[in-house]
Every structure is written in structure tokens, then in C-alpha cells.
Nanobody, 122 residues
Framework: VQLQASGGGSVQAGGSLRLSCAAS????????MGWFRQAPGKEREFVAR????????YAANSVKGRFTISRDGAKNTVYLQMNSLKPEDTAVYYC????????????????WGRGTQVTVSS
């Protein structure tokens, strides 16, 4: 499985960005797709997850109400719509796939894409 994240950039606080994660290879319906982020000097943290079928989207409390995860089955792409961005959202964002279907912890993910930088200025 190969994952390619894109869509990062620099925005002012209050702005929006949409990240994309294009998936290729053999992906089964049991997979869970997730987004993580890592700020400088901090550990990588969970942001959101969704079943490969598009069911059961979930976002971490720190972004709930501002970030939305979704999937386009026709394009094999998972999105992270980020609204009302804050400077503390600044990080490298990674997409990942969990083949066992859990997707709640970093250690459960088997495949990772390269990150995309998101910078939010005040």
C-alpha cells in the first residue's frame, strides 16, 4: 500500500486547508485510514480516522468541530478538511493505513505516507 499526502501550505489563523491522501495498492474493506500530525519537538499525535468504506469518521477532541475526515471511493482518496485553523495546528500532517481495522493508536498503523507541512500564522 502506498499513500501520498498533499495539500499542505501556509495560511493565517481562521483559514482553511484541505489535505488529500491518495492510496494505491491492495486495500481491503477492513482497513482504517487515519491522519496524524507532528509539531516540532513534539510526539506524533492522532487527528482523525475513518473506515475505508467511509463509515465511522472520528476526530480527536482537539480538532473536533473544526476538522472533518472523509473518503472518496472513486478516487481512492481520503481527505482532511481543516477549518478555523489555529497556530497550534501547525505541524507536519501524515496519512496512514491500519490493515487490522482499529486505527486508534499510532502503533496500530502499518503504512505511512510522507508528511505534508501545514503552517498557521497568527
Amino acid at each position: 500500500v502506498q499513500l501520498q499526502a498533499s495539500g499542505g501550505g501556509s495560511v493565517q489563523a481562521g483559514g482553511s486547508l484541505r489535505l488529500s491522501c491518495a492510496a494505491s495498492g491492495q486495500i481491503f474493506s477492513t482497513y482504517v485510514m487515519g491522519w496524524f500530525r507532528q509539531a516540532p519537538g513534539k510526539e506524533r499525535e492522532f487527528v482523525a480516522r475513518i473506515n475505508w468504506s467511509g463509515a465511522s469518521p472520528y476526530a480527536a477532541n482537539s480538532v473536533k468541530g473544526r476538522f472533518t475526515i472523509s473518503r472518496d471511493g472513486a478516487k481512492n482518496t481520503v481527505y482532511l478538511q481543516m477549518n478555523s485553523l489555529k497556530p497550534e495546528d501547525t505541524a507536519v500532517y501524515y496519512c496512514a493505513a491500519d490493515r487490522e481495522g482499529y486505527g486508534w493508536r499510532l502503533s496500530q498503523y502499518d503504512f505511512w505516507g510522507r508528511g505534508t507541512q501545514v503552517t498557521v500564522s497568527s
